[in-house]
């Protein structure tokens, strides 16, 4: 058996992952799920921990992890998330977050609706250094002189790996994003990186871009991309802006990865959406997708391609919650992606 660690989590995580877990069951792979369901805001408010060394220990000896959603309106403080999605990311040093950006039907993207465009890029966002380190302070805090600083931490061998990982996935090109013109000593470093790794791929082509240009270059014409990788701040800007003109946040996957390990924890983009938790309209095709990566992880290929498959036909065929133009609910929407497998 195959164990699968399963966190829920928080506000439409859990009727998204059981969609997800029911839909991998489908396949009868032999998948042992592990469900975590004390790990949650609810949890964090009673005991303050967000999650116990027992956890994390549960999540590292499984063989991959699904996560639903992480965050609640109650609690104030960032701590409970970053107890949670850091302390994974970092003690598990997965320091890749893969994030796909697929169109799945040309009526989705808000871009151009009368010029069909076929959207499929990796944004390939580096997981464990940068601005969300934690690393800075506070001086004189809560006055009029506060100094606040955030410290945009890079090594060379955090920047490297993913680079190197970025060019191993690419099918053309990779695009490094980076802000060297005004960020001087970090840029310095993704460049050199980026070079080197250039150089020993020579079948893989390689661009630049400043990261306001490759903003507006996603809004004016996605297609233009292949793969994508920057740092923690902009990938996770960019890679949100992808799912937008690629159909929605709802249909977004990820994947935070060790590929030295074979690790994966997988999750949708999307929050845990407090307004409609409970309603059953939360799309659980971002939840399915990033199941699929997990799959295809697995060296499961084909079932990984016969679920994607079945997300196709179950949105060409308008069988989706409200936010796809459809009118199911989350469960019926799971079994019409399960029908066409």
């Not at 991959?64 to 003690?91: C, K, N, Q, W």
């Not at 199911?328 to 799971?334: E, H, Y």
């Amino acid at each position: 058996m195959t164990r699968i660690a399963v966190i829920p989590g928080d506000g439409i995580g859990p009727e998204v992952v059981e969609q997800a877990v029911m839909t991998l069951d489908e396949f009868r792979l032999g998948l042992d799920f592990d469900h975590l369901d004390h790990v949650n805001a609810a949890t964090y408010l009673r005991t303050g921990v967000a999650l116990s060394d027992e956890d994390v220990a549960r999540v590292a000896t499984s063989r991959s992890a699904l996560l639903g959603a992480i965050g609640d309106p109650r609690v104030a403080t960032p701590a409970y998330g970053r107890g949670v999605l850091l302390r994974l990311r970092f003690e598990l040093d997965l320091y890749v977050n893969h994030r796909p950006a697929r169109l799945l039907g040309d009526d989705l993207s808000p871009l151009r609706p009368d010029r069909p465009r076929a959207v499929d890029c990796v944004v390939v966002r580096e997981n464990t250094e940068g601005l969300y380190t934690g690393m800075g302070g506070a001086l004189r805090a809560g006055g009029e002189h506060e100094i606040a600083l955030d410290i945009d931490l890079s090594t060379h061998r955090g920047t490297a790996r993913v680079v190197e990982h970025a060019f191993t996935i690419a099918r053309r090109e990779v695009c490094m994003v980076d802000k060297a013109n005004a960020v001087e000593h970090g840029g310095s470093l993704w460049q050199r990186c980026w070079r080197a790794a250039a150089a020993r791929h020579p079948g893989i082509a390689g661009r630049h871009l400043y990261v306001d240009a490759a903003a507006m270059r996603m809004v004016t014409d996605p297609t233009g991309f292949d793969v994508i990788v920057t740092n923690n701040s902009y990938g996770d800007i960019l890679s949100d802006l992808a799912s937008a003109v690629a159909g929605g946040i709802g249909t977004a996957a990820s994947a935070n990865l060790n590929p030295e390990r074979g690790f994966g924890l997988y999750e949708p983009v999307h929050g845990s959406a407090p307004d409609i938790a409970g309603t059953r309209a939360a799309n659980p095709v971002g939840a399915i997708l990033s199941a699929g990566l997990l799959l295809a992880d697995l060296g499961h290929t084909a079932e990984a391609a016969a679920l994607r498959n079945a997300v196709d036909l179950a949105v060409a065929d308008g069988e989706t919650t409200p936010d796809l133009g459809g009118s199911l609910d989350t469960g019926k929407a799971g079994q019409a992606v399960r029908a066409r497998l």
